[in-house]
């Protein structure tokens, strides 16, 4: 796979609730939105999978966004669901100043995809699709019945306890939504292939459901 050229691509911080959330941001020339990730706990912006996702996205003309929506004091508030979607919904903000005319999708990735689906639901005019990868969907609560955007759940096939809750989950969105089961993965998808099926299938998703516009260059 051989990736796209992009005109932006930097490292920023983005300003949120007083913190200043590092990030990086990655568009195409042309893109068909912008896909702003939120890991789980005990990742980053820097993981090998969320990299590897984004890069596909991109060679699909996405753009993306990939921050850390905690600092390395606040760690241990990585199960925080209501402080990891308020600080998302400020990056989703704070990109929808800055490229008004470019739809918004979230990629969301074990609690990340919780706070991703909250976001969904205070967002309903930003987020036009969510995807998670071994999310945590259930974790999102009521807001799950909030959510408007077409939303995608991506399970290992051998992540047996996260199955059922996705499925669980799917049936308590309002949303259009689909659990996708790709066989012979566990929970990380570290498995030859099973990470690449979640890019193929999450870069399918977004294309299909988040629009097309021009990527415009935002201000400092």
Known sequence: MREVAVFIDEEVRIPVDGVGLPAHVALPRRTSGAIVFAHGSGSSRHSPRNQRVAAALRDAGHGTVLTDLLTPEE???????PLLAS??????DWLADRLPD???GLFGASTGAAAALVTAAERPAAVRAVVSRGGRPDLAGDALGRVLAPTLLIVGGLDHPVIPLNRQAAEHLRAMARVEIVAGATHLFEEPGTLDRVASLAAEWFTTNVGTAPAQPYPS
Do not use: M, N, S
């Open 75 to 81: 760690e241990d508030l990585r199960f925080d669901i």
């Open 87 to 92: 600080r998302l919904a400020g990056v989703v």
């Open 102 to 104: 470019t739809p918004i």
